[in-house]
């Protein structure tokens, strides 16, 4: 009987090491990877809700819908009965309601969540999707932005068609600057305006008018009478892109008083506790690659203006005043890592936490939110390189954060994830010193080689961080070393860094990207005659300028990238955007320039296998710039091969199954040329 029950212990013990044995992270992982996204804390600071993203399985799409959550982690549940989408909550000044915005039934309408009874209603019939929902101060009316249908010139008026015959569509004919978006295509004509509806439901009445766009939240003066909001309704707007300035609009009348009148970006207005000041975010413009975002105050009715010197030499974001009004809270990326921080009005910063997690799990860059009571006490997203952002609470005067969910600890609990590990170097150019990312392969072995891959980030006005993602791992997962570099013109390490690419891009950001190599061939894990290379948009500059500099790399994958910055600039979505901040003048004015700097001058130098990869739909970088990779690779009879993903815009990976099969075809290129 002793020896029976020996043995059952020791099966037991057995099948329990086995159930707890953790694999690597694999592809289909993908799906059950869930994160918090937009987290909105109580006025009282005793609950959250937030927007639960994740990946369906059936769908192949991403989702949302909204959970709340007491601040001490009890109480998790669902807010509403609806499984369909759902975002944008947002809390109402006595803490009673809830207005969100859902896709249930036919378009997006908006709906208010009542605390008490659990009851829920629709408020609106809109013919556009809302966006922004702000709350009045005595509760009693939602603003939000929508889009107004307008109309594009008609040159002719066509033959009426007979009964049941079927001609083609009638051709579209564009005069706007501005007519196309990556990720939704052909932009309907009209305007952008800003409605509000009574907070019980009715109907909803435009306030802004003009042919102007109106796309930013508004916020509401302390007295309900004004919104104030960014836009740019200067004559010249459409040209004067780079432009925004603040203004207050009467919720009656619709009369406007212009705030700010510089030149440069003016945004993300706040009102102080006692209604009287604003603070906001924005810069003069210099016409840079790269300029800081600074934080400045001014009166209500826009005098009085000065900045808040934080003295951080970092983007401000997201400024939230304290209850007293005697500072501001915000966001800012610091060393590839997302921090709240706070200033007083006098400019004395300091550091309130650290590791505010991203919106996007896929690669590792930075974003996040962080939501405040009236008590002061912080809600926020939380990341770190084991799991994707979380929802943590930091009570106001504590440095202690408290993570109250865990919504992937029933997969990453049982996953051996690869070792994310910091490693800075010297520049071989100037005198930076320059930051970057390891991420071993799961089950690492010391004193054995491994092959490596470089992945370079977009931008290149970003950066990458130490934050979780599932494209690194998987990679990682392949059996590779993984670096990820910040090499200059990255955010993150101040205005002269970043704009080290202004008239000099790629340039220098390649030599720092090379001493990275370098320096993690020196660890002695990385087989030097295993390396590759890949990126996607900036990261796929990266990539080809990289191949064609030198012959170090096995293969490449060059995703998504810019070849020609001639015809990038003049095909592209945001074709207005790049004379004179990124290069000196128009294409047509400095053709040699824009070649210089243009990938495609070094294809007659590449000799490694290359893999390019573009979304069909690409909009930023478009489809005819890759081409232009493959069509030269494949005159000189270097091997190739051109991906094209169906129905993809630039974020190539928006879907699950895109980002599985940019991760594949990316490692099966790789493993073809490995030594």
């Keep these: 009987m002793k020896i029976r029950v020996l043995a059952t212990l020791f099966i037991l013990a057995q099948c329990i090491a086995s159930a707890q044995t953790k694999t690597p992270f694999s592809r289909m992982d993908v799906f059950e990877l869930e994160w918090v996204a937009d987290p909105q804390i109580s006025p009282d600071g ?37 499984d369909e989408g759902e975002s944008s909550p947002a809390w109402s000044p006595d803490g009673t309601r809830i207005a969100y915005i859902s896709n249930k039934g036919e378009g ?60 083609a569509d009638a051709p579209r004919v564009t005069t706007r600057f ?103 975010l924005g810069f003069d413009d210099r016409t840079q690659t790269y300029q800081i975002t600074r934080l400045y105050t001014m009166n209500l009715d826009g005098s009085g203006k000065k900045e808040i010197d934080t003295k951080l030499d970092r983007d401000i974001n997201n400024p939230v005043w304290d209850s007293e009004g005697k500072g501001l809270y915000f966001q800012y990326d610091d060393k590839g890592n997302t921090k709240i921080g706070y200033v007083t009005t006098a400019g004395k910063a300091s550091l309130i936490t650290n590791n505010l997690g991203g919106d996007d799990p896929a690669r590792p860059y930075g974003g996040g939110s962080f939501t405040l009571s009236n008590s002061g006490k912080f809600a926020f997203t939380h990341t770190t390189p084991e799991h994707p952002s979380e929802l943590a609470i930091l009570d106001k005067g504590s440095s202690k954060v408290n993570l109250i969910t865990s919504l992937n600890s029933d997969l990453l609990d049982f996953r051996q994830l690869g070792k994310v590990e910091e490693i800075w170097w010297k520049a071989s150019v100037g005198t930076y010193d320059v930051q970057g990312w390891i991420v071993k392969p799961p089950n690492f072995e010391a004193g054995k080689k491994y092959p490596l891959i470089v992945e370079n980030h977009g931008g290149p006005v970003a950066n990458y961080g130490d934050r979780f993602s599932p494209e690194m791992q998987l990679l990682a997962a392949g059996g590779y070393v993984v670096f990820y570099p910040n090499p200059r013109g990255s955010t993150s390490y101040g205005e002269k860094f970043g704009n080290e690419l202004y008239h000099n891009y790629p340039g220098n950001d390649y030599d720092d990207v090379m001493d990275g190599v370098d320096a993690v061939i020196k660890k002695g894990f990385v087989d030097e005659q295993n390396l590759f290379v890949t990126g996607g948009s900036a990261g796929g500059i990266m990539s080809a300028w990289m191949i064609g500099k030198n012959n170090r790399f096995r293969a490449a994958a060059v995703v998504k990238p810019v070849m020609n910055w001639i ?38 130098n590449i000799q490694c296998p290359t893999l390019v990869m573009v979304g069909s739909e690409d909009l ?24 094209e993903v169906p129905g993809s815009y630039h974020y190539i990976a928006n879907r699950p199954s895109q980002l599985i099969t940019k991760i594949d075809h990316i490692l099966a290129w790789f493993d073809k040329y490995k030594k």
């Design 46 to 82: 005793n609950q959250v809700v937030y927007v639960r993203r994740g990946m369906n399985i059936m769908t192949d799409r991403r989702e949302g819908k909204l959970w709340i959550i007491n601040t001490n982690g009890t109480g998790h549940e669902k807010l509403t009965t609806n």
């Design 108 to 167: 997006a309408e908006i709906y208010v969540y009542w605390m008490k009874s659990g009851h829920t209603a629709r408020l609106t019939q809109l013919n556009r999707s809302p966006r922004g929902l702000v709350w009045s101060p005595d509760g009693r009316q939602i603003a939000f932005s929508m889009h107004v249908p307008g109309n594009e010139l008609s040159l002719v008026k066509p033959p009426a068609k007979p009964d049941g015959a079927k001609w």
């Design 178 to 280: 501005k007519h196309e978006a990556d990720g939704s295509g052909y932009m309907e004509p009209g305007y952008a305006h800003l409605f509000v509806i009574p907070a019980e439901g009715g109907t909803a009445r435009q306030i802004t008018r003009g042919d102007f766009q109106h796309r930013s939240s508004p916020v509401w003066s302390k007295d309900g009478k004004q919104l104030i909001f960014s836009g740019n309704r200067n004559e010249d707007w459409e040209y004067d892109f780079d432009n925004s300035e603040l203004y207050s609009v009467n919720v009656v009348d619709g009369k406007f008083t212009t705030l700010t009148t510089r030149k440069g970006p003016d945004h993300s207005p706040t009102i102080s506790p006692d209604g009287k000041t604003i603070a906001y």
């Design 567 to 604: 015809s990038k600039t003049l095909t592209a979505d945001n074709y207005y955007g790049y004379a004179n901040s990124r290069f000196p003048g128009q294409p047509w004015e400095n053709m040699e320039t824009y070649m210089k700097f243009s990938p495609i001058s070094l294809v007659g």
């Design 620 to 643: 930023r970088t478009p489809l005819s710039e890759a081409k232009q990779l493959y069509h030269a690779l494949k005159i000189r009879k270097i091997e190739t091969a051109l991906v």
